[in-house]
């Protein structure tokens, strides 16, 4: 079987980027022949929304090759209700506490949205897997890690449904596959050999979400990211030492291509102190760039003056003008240290 993960798509009808992120992953999941595409809640932003936009999703999800199963989010756990009809190839799985439905070799337990406790659950899901088949859990959940913070979960409160490695571990599944983490694409494998994975928003719902956009794949013998080519922000940062302008330049043109502006909102940034001049330096930089669209230089780097004229670094350069050779090798450890200690003042 071949499984296609994501969610919070957030639709909304201000965002047409993300209905475009939508189409680009189902057309995604034709390419791929999979077999199901499941979305771990916040297909829309609202409920609101999701009335709204209905008949443009209702299009979208009918006449597919494979069904789509989405449990609600905390965004939308009231958009779907037994009368709403969001394409014949859409089901929303929507029952308390869990639904489980069973496919040749696997089976899913989906969880939609609830406040609350994940540990009451757990002794329930336990018994819920099937022990003849690949066992998925689909939830909408917090990972209660220290290196996660709210802006990881687009501000979201970290306090919901919160799950720890060890309120999952030994329930019996092999995937957990969840949705409320917008950052991007996180894998984990746990202690006791499931993999839980939060494939992140797939597309850039706010500026805090840097870098390409995926969707989980699941297969029998794995899982992994699928790039998606679809609106993403992303910032390029460097700190230029005095010495290393032409390298940063050289790394910029490397980079640049990498990301491309049609669908990328690129921010290039560069701190740090120069030897040339910095009207000429923002002027190679601007060249560099070109007429590149969604791009934006944020220049915040200095002229050398004021570490030439520090009389401190002046009294070390005398010092070190009896010797040329070894005068140039180690003004180059000097200038690139008063540099990133000025930076570092800022």
Not at 280 to 290: D, H, N, P
Not at 316 to 341: C, G, N, P, T, Y
Request: glycine fraction near 6%.
């Amino acid at each position: 079987m071949k499984i296609l993960h994501s969610a919070d798509v957030h639709l909304h009808s201000d965002h047409p980027r993300r209905q475009e992120a939508l189409a680009k992953m189902l057309e995604l999941g034709r390419d791929e022949r999979i077999d199901l595409l499941l979305i771990a809640g916040d297909l829309f932003d609202d409920e609101r929304q999701a009335e709204e936009l209905r008949g443009e999703v209702r299009s979208l999800f009918s006449g597919l090759p494979y069904p789509v199963y989405a449990i609600p989010g905390n965004h939308d756990q009231g958009a779907f209700t037994a009368e709403s009809f969001f394409g014949a190839s859409f089901r929303a799985l929507t029952a308390l506490p869990f639904t489980a439905v069973d496919f040749p070799g696997w089976r899913l337990v989906a969880v939609p949205y609830r406040e609350g406790n994940f540990a009451a659950l757990a002794e329930e899901l336990g018994r819920a897997t099937a022990p003849d088949k690949v066992n998925i859990l689909m939830l909408h959940c917090s990972w209660s890690l220290p290196y996660y913070n709210q802006e990881d979960y687009g501000d979201e409160d970290l306090r919901y449904l919160p799950v720890t490695e060890d309120t999952l571990t030994g329930l019996g599944y092999d995937y957990i596959l969840a949705g409320h983490f917008h950052a991007g694409y996180r894998q984990r494998r746990l202690k006791c050999g499931a993999v839980f994975v939060y494939p992140g928003s797939p597309v850039a719902i706010t500026a805090r979400e840097q870098g390409r956009r995926a969707v989980n794949l699941v297969e029998d013998k794995g899982c992994r990211p699928l790039s998606l080519d679809t609106w993403y922000r992303q910032t390029l940062e460097y700190t230029l030492r005095v010495t290393n302008s032409e390298a940063v330049l050289q790394q910029l043109a490397r980079e640049l291509p990498l990301h491309p502006q049609e669908f990328c909102e690129l921010t290039v940034r560069l701190l740090g102190y120069c030897r040339e001049g910095e009207t000429e330096l923002a002027s190679r930089l601007e060249k560099l760039v070109g007429d590149r669209a969604n791009t934006r230089l944020d220049c915040q780097f200095r002229g050398a003056g004021p570490i030439l004229a520090d009389p401190l670094y002046q009294r070390i350069h005398l010092l070190l003008s009896r010797d040329e050779e070894k005068s140039r090798q180690l003004e180059a450890l000097l200038l690139e240290a008063f540099s990133q200690a000025l930076a570092e003042e800022k």
